[in-house]
């Protein structure tokens, strides 16, 4: 590169915005800014490289290179990033030094570095790690890079895991795909079968709890209820209900027959319960928060972040974290007083600097080192009203009062128990409930009825609680009392909850919590940070996996199981509730709120078995994520030329698994797949055939069935079979509407207060259907939902969108037909 004024430091920003903030710290005339405004290179497709490489030929593959080549990448509108590349090669002409300032995570030292490397730059580099862009961490973080000579050794060792990571996505998602859809993928499938290093462990995991729901069978249990009365007038129901559960009905009844007539003391026991605040947000709860809260999808709630964090309101989004820094402990009391600024209805919650509640620990929310990012928490720098939109403003402040929570005292609960115990001929039994009241609010008080018990673990059937009640009447240590007449209740056992939307990402990073295998559990353990144990993917990439098993047909949202697959092993299981709108299901279901469930498909069941089949440590989650683990070492490595050598021993191990994996499928027959999910579905139906359909079912007290409302084809069979037949057309005369037609059209025509059914609309059958078209209210949200979720673009014309480089990188060049 060429050299002309000397000692030129050119800082490379990810953003505009960015670059506007640090401006205003420097403005020596040997400095120089440039922004990149996202990724500027984009990885070459199969047939830019080869053009032989753009046929789907199995005695192609592997398909691998050494190094993927890269070219200039479009903006979103399809512009060229030539400009901007030759832009900042002439702004580098006779710089010295670099100082890297794009988003401190792998993606952002990836965007600057391969420009730099691209353009040949050969200079210093150092990293600024920002991680927010408020003045007080801008100083910080200048500070940090002061004392840090090697700050870029270490950043190009994250660039290098960067890289791996790209390098294992292009070669198993297109040697992937194309293996497993030329010699697996069902021949009623049109679509490719697309693979995945990350997707496709997550589809298995998301597949096995989907056979443990399907395979359920619910059991009913029994619990003994037994009212007592005591010598002071006091009355309550004991009950008993061990977490052994009675599913014998003559085991319940012994006991309950013992119990009548029962007289005693009774043992109270009193305790106050702390309850410490939940911890801070990292980006995968704060997705499953504001996906339960307020039905954002991940990936809405990383935009919202990512453009606060932009605008100095937030600390870096893309963090695996809960806790802080305790270095950060001591800005404590001026981000509160700002909060209360901001919220001034939590105003007089806010406590004075010497009332901050700092907790220390892996159990609190400050350790010495919380990991390569900390928690998401709000900055000195607040929004003002009107400053953000509706939907950023309420992400902002969900994450200020977890802030603010954080930093209060426990909430304590007055927790009583009262029991008894019964002689029977099974053995003395327990009969007992609890009561609890709030005997001081502590944190809950800023979310008030909103504080809730700890999340429950997704893709885990519910758990069983004690019995228990709010206030209980008063009953003295020892009082004598007397029983009633005890009772048997029943209820049943119920399947694994869905997991959720909002809660996948979780899932993904918090594997530990789906596995019960003590061996298993410690494979994922992860010495190196105990708070952030290994999972599947990256915080910044695991919102992006859903939307591709969705779009390659393998899961759907919010939708019901299979008619096939709704009874247990035997049939002998009750037929479940389907999801509705704005809800999810609990048995089968998922959390509360507006946060869809996710149901695997015939076709993703299929894909996970063949894939099984063949190879499977692509079919192990925890497999994944003990090589994740793997990865993420490149990236530690201490010194530029370990990271090189980490990245190359890598690529021979990804080529060699690439070898393993085409020759396992070599050979192999296709895969089977069976119920209604095996042919893709066709052209959507047209809102006056769903109409219509809706109408008959409710008319007939039909079941409507899976697909009608996005399959013609489902549709027209379901109105063939139940709609009136119309009288035979006599030859050249015109084709006449049916009679369901013509009530349904009549129907409409009272509706819309018109005086009669046009005359043409009782006589054509193509006049009637338009007037249909025309008239036909939409089909009710319950009877769509009962129907199975329609195709994105139903009902109008498809459009194929321009694509970025990056989508085109994951689209064509990873598995798509060119």
Aim: charged letters at 30%.
């Amino acid at each position: 590169m060429a050299r002309g004024q000397a000692g030129r430091t050119l800082f490379f920003f990810e953003k505009p915005s960015a670059m506007r903030e640090l401006q205003r710290f420097f403005r020596a005339p040997t400095t120089v800014c440039i922004a990149a405004e996202g990724h500027l290179l984009a990885a070459q497709e199969p047939a830019e490289i080869r053009p032989a490489w753009k046929a789907w030929r199995f005695e192609d593959l592997p398909i691998a290179v050494d190094e993927i080549p890269l070219c200039c990448g479009q903006s979103r509108s399809g512009a060229s990033h030539a400009a901007r590349i030759a832009a900042i090669r002439r702004a580098l002409d006779g710089v010295e030094r670099v100082i890297i300032a794009t988003d401190p995570g792998r993606e952002g030292s990836m965007i600057a570095w391969e420009v730099l490397e691209h353009l040949g730059y050969r200079g210093r580099v150092d990293r600024l790690r920002l991680g927010a862009l408020d003045e007080v961490s801008i100083r910080r973080a200048f500070a940090a890079l002061g004392r840090d000579p090697d700050s870029g050794e270490r950043d190009y060792a994250a660039y290098q895991e960067a890289l791996c990571r790209r390098y294992e996505d292009w070669h198993l998602g297109l040697n992937g795909t194309r293996a497993v859809s030329l010699r697996l993928r069902p021949a009623a499938f049109r679509e490719p079968w697309r693979f995945g290093g990350v997707q496709t462990p997550t589809l298995a995991l998301l597949a096995d709890l989907e056979r443990r729901i399907r395979d359920f069978v619910p059991r009913e249990f029994f619990r003994v209820a037994l009212p007592v009365a005591t010598v002071s007038g006091a009355e309550l129901t004991l009950w008993h209900a061990p977490k052994e559960r009675i599913f014998a009905r003559e085991e319940a009844e012994a006991i309950a027959a013992a119990a009548r007539g029962w007289a005693g003391p009774l043992a109270v026991a009193e305790r106050d319960v702390r309850r410490p605040p939940p911890r801070l947000f990292s980006k995968d709860t704060l997705a499953r928060r504001c996906a339960k809260s307020f039905g954002f999808d991940p990936q809405r709630t990383a935009s919202l972040a990512q453009d606060l964090y932009d605008r100095g309101f937030l600390s870096y989004p893309r963090t695996e974290s809960e806790h802080l820094p305790e270095s950060q402990s001591g800005d404590a009391p001026a981000v509160l007083a700002a909060l209360g600024a901001s919220l001034p209805d939590l105003a007089g919650l806010v406590p004075a600097p010497g009332a901050v509640v700092l907790r220390r620990g892996p159990r609190g929310h400050y350790v010495k080192d919380p990991g390569e990012h900390h928690a998401i928490v709000p900055l000195r720098k607040v929004p003002r009203p009107g400053e953000v939109g509706p939907e950023a403003w309420r992400l902002w402040e969900l994450v200020a009062k977890a802030f603010l929570a954080a930093h209060l005292p426990d909430g304590i609960d007055a927790r009583t128990t009262v029991s008894a115990e019964v002689a029977t001929a099974l053995g003395p039994k327990r009969f007992a409930v609890t009561g609890s009241v709030v005997r001081a609010p502590g944190w809950r008080a800023v979310y008030g009825a909103e504080a809730e018990d700890e999340e429950p673990v997704p893709g885990k059937a519910k758990r069983e609680d004690e019995p228990s009640a709010g206030r209980l009447p008063p009953v003295a240590p020892g009082e004598a009392a007397r029983a009633g007449e005890a009772r048997v209740e029943g209820a049943m056992t119920e399947p694994p909850r869905r997991i959720t939307r909002g809660e996948l990402p979780v899932v993904m990073g918090r594997l530990i919590d789906q596995v019960e295998d003590p061996a298993l559990k410690r494979a994922l353990e992860n010495p190196a940070n105990p708070n952030e144990p290994r999972g599947l993917g990256t915080a910044a990439t695991r919102d992006a996996v859903l939307p591709k098993l969705e779009k390659s047909g393998y899961v759907v949202l919010g939708g019901a199981l299979p008619a096939d697959a709704r009874a247990g092993a035997g049939g002998n299981a009750p037929r479940r509730r389907r999801d509705t709108p704005g809800r999810a299901d609990r048995g089968g279901g998922g959390a509360r709120g507006r946060d869809p469930t996710i149901t695997v498909t015939e076709a993703g069941l299929a894909f996970i078995d063949a894939v099984r089949r063949v190879f499977p440590a692509y079919g192990d989650p925890v497999g994944r994520a003990v090589f994740e683990a793997d990865l993420a070492e490149i990236g530690r490595a201490a010194t530029r030329a370990e990271a090189v050598s980490r990245a190359e021993t890598f690529r021979q191990r990804t080529r060699a698994r690439l070898d393993a994996l085409i020759a396992a499928v070599a050979g192999l027959e296709r895969a089977a797949v069976e119920g209604p999910a095996a042919a893709p579905a066709g052209r959507p139906p047209s809102d006056a055939m769903v109409a219509f359909a809706t109408a008959l079912a409710a008319r007939k007290n039909l079941p409507l069935p899976r697909g009608v409302a996005r399959d013609a084809a489902v549709c027209r069979r379901f109105l063939d079979a139940h709609a009136e037949k119309r009288e035979p057309t006599a030859p050249g005369a015109p084709r006449r509407p049916t009679p369901a037609m013509l009530r349904y059209a009549e129907s409409l025509a009272r509706e819309a207060g018109l005086p009669d059914l046009p005359e043409e609309a009782r006589t054509e059958f193509a006049a009637c259907r338009a007037f249909l078209d025309a008239h036909a209210r939409p089909a009710p949200a319950e009877a769509r939902e009962r129907a199975g979720p329609r195709r994105p673009g139903a009902g109008r014309p498809r459009r194929r969108p321009a694509r970025s480089p990056r989508a085109r990188t994951a689209g064509t060049a990873l598995g798509e037909p060119a």
